[in-house]
């Protein structure tokens, strides 16, 4: 585990846990990214709001890089379309079939004690590391 | 403040939370996912995190009927864990493994300009789009 950052992982877990429920207090409505996402493509109410939490994914990251960061922020993904674009596909898709992703489902969920949202958690994350360690024995790596 | 503004701001926090955390970077989730592998169990204390500090709120808050905004709250009823619950929550499973990328991560990824973020994100919009369109 020399990759291992349990003190930035913790802190940045809280600042999200405060987002989730300061967003819950003020609007009523839990901060599921794929819901989000799918009402700001499709809803009929609230939309722009919906479009404005998006929004708000890009700048607050844009706003850490360019002003609190002092080293540059690391970021290494795969630039293979045979991974990028079935399994951007399938996140979208499963996460809508399923009810929800790793906010709505992963803490908003896990957050309210709903049974349904921890057995979610337990399968992604299990299925996530089935199809990880598979493609390892096939030599993909990241 | 009304409700856009709110909304923005809460993206933004969680935009900086996300960054944070490390889970905008792929390799971190993969490193997660990675269980047999130079395993890193980061991604945990994020969940954790997030999940014990908004935990005792949704508690406290459990019989609230209105926002602070005024809205009707309206939670997910219980349901029973269905085939869509156990299908969509393995093929979404797939996705996170082949790439890294969960839906916040995937969309607070734009802001490193790499268009591979974007490929993805139109993947992931395509794969709502097309479940919106066959499965009720």
Redesign the interface.
Known sequence: MNNFTPFSALLGGIIIGLSVVFYFYSTGRLAGISGIFENAMTGTSKRLSNLAFLLGLVIGPLIYFNFIASTPVAFNITHSYLLIIPGGFLVGFGTRLGGGCTSGHGICGIGRLSVNSIIATGIFVAVGMVTVTILQQFGVYL | ?N??????????????????????????V??F???????????????????????P??YF??N?E????G??????A??N?DK?????????????????????P???????F?P??L??????????????NT?K
């Open positions: 403040m409700d856009k503004s709110i909304s923005l701001l809460c993206g933004i926090i969680f935009g900086i939370g996300l960054v944070i955390s490390g889970m905008t970077n792929p390799e971190k993969i490193g996912l990675s269980i047999t592998h130079n395993w890193d169990a980061s991604l945990i204390f994020v969940m954790g995190g997030a999940i014990i500090t908004a935990g709120f949704f808050f459990r609230k209105f926002s602070a905004l809205d009707k709250i309206n939670l997910p219980k349901q864990i869509k619950l156990i299908l969509g929550s393995s093929l979404f499973g797939v996705g996170w493994g082949l790439v890294g990328l969960c839906p916040g995937a969309i607070s990824a734009l802001a490193t790499d591979i973020t490929v993805f994100l139109l993947s992931m919009a395509a794969g709502v789009l097309v479940k919106k499965i």
